[in-house]
């Protein structure tokens, strides 16, 4: 079986595509790790795989108004309900691949239905859904505490505004947290604000390690820092080390803007899968 990719990033936050619209890739968690490791594989922070609603057997999916399914994966192979970069990268390879007709249309995902537009120059904007806060808790990194607002943007975050410049972090090491808290794990955001309507984010991810984006994330961080200063509707620019998204929040809803970029294309090894398997 030829198995077609694409390798594409949104604001650097680096993804295979596999292009599957029947479901018949086994993709397995092996599989994925190995397509997303930097040495052995292409190297990734996650894999879309693009697969038809119909196809799946998934309550997400069922449930779904659009026609195709982004099946999101961790770069450690683990399963996540929505990547907000990823979303952006997948909209624009569904208008490029002719799979869908205009530019407005909606993608099904685990986190529920995501309405997006593809702009003429190729940002994309995704409609995210509410940014839920749900609580406070503290990350550790380094032996260090920092109280953080816990957001649910569909996945799991928990965002700490931060007095000193993120950039002097040691993001090297996975930053502890209170799994009491996050059963499921946790996304751990790092902000400094930098002004009115700015901000500067780093990000340290479940199941991939630091990034150099994460759309869910900057908007969680807009929600947090607005949550802080006692409001919940506001916009806000991100710096994130990959780039700058622009980000809305309002009660019960949100959109995340920013680019969307393919690297290349080509088609797998057979053999390569086979032994990744
Ligand atoms: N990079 C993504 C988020 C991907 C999922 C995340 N690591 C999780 O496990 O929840 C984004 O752009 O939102």
């Given at each position: 079986?030829?198995?077609?990719f694409?390798?594409?990033?949104g604001?650097?936050?680096?993804f295979v595509?596999?292009p599957?619209p ?9 599989r ?5 490791d930097r ?7 996650g ?18 108004a659009?026609?195709?399914?982004m099946?999101?994966?961790?770069a450690d ?10 979303t ?7 208008v490029e691949a ?28 995704v409609?995210?859904g ?18 953080g ?8 975050h928990?965002?700490s505004?931060v ?11 996975a ?13 751990l ?10 901000l ?10 630091e990034?150099?984006?994460?759309g ?5 961080a ?8 006692g ?17 809305t ?16 294309r ?12």
């Amino acid at each position: 079986m030829v198995i077609e990719f694409l390798k594409g990033h949104g604001t650097q936050n680096d993804f295979v595509v596999l292009p599957d619209p029947d479901a018949r890739l086994d993709l397995t968690a092996s599989r994925v790790a190995a397509l997303c490791d930097r040495q052995r594989g292409l190297g990734a922070d996650g894999v879309l795989r693009v697969v038809r609603k119909e196809a799946l057997d998934l309550p997400a999916a069922a449930d779904s108004a659009g026609e195709w399914f982004m099946d999101y994966r961790n770069a450690d192979g683990s399963i996540a309900e929505m990547c907000g970069n990823g979303t952006r990268v997948f909209a624009r390879y569904l208008v490029e691949a002719g799979l869908v007709s205009g530019r407005e249309f909606v993608i099904g995902t685990r986190a529920g239905d995501r309405p997006v537009v593809v702009h003429p120059d190729l940002t994309v904007t995704v409609q995210m859904g509410p940014a839920a806060i749900t609580g406070a808790s503290v990350a550790i990194v380094d032996g260090h505490n920092f109280s953080g607002v816990a957001v649910n943007v569909g996945n799991p975050h928990l965002v700490s505004i931060v007095d000193d410049d993120i950039d002097e972090l040691d993001l090297t090491r996975a930053p502890r947290y209170d799994s009491d808290f996050f059963p499921d794990g946790v996304n751990l955001e790092f902000v400094n604000p930098l002004g009115e309507q700015r901000l500067k984010m780093r990000v340290y991810e479940r199941g991939v390690g630091e990034t150099r984006a994460c759309g869910t994330g900057t908007v969680a961080a807009v929600a947090a820092a607005l949550h802080l200063a006692g409001t919940d509707t506001g916009k806000s620019a991100v710096d994130i080390p990959g780039g700058r998204v622009e980000v809305t929040v309002e009660r019960g809803a949100s959109t995340l803007t920013g680019p969307a970029e393919f690297v290349a294309r080509g088609q797998l090894d057979p053999q390569w899968w086979e032994r990744a398997g």
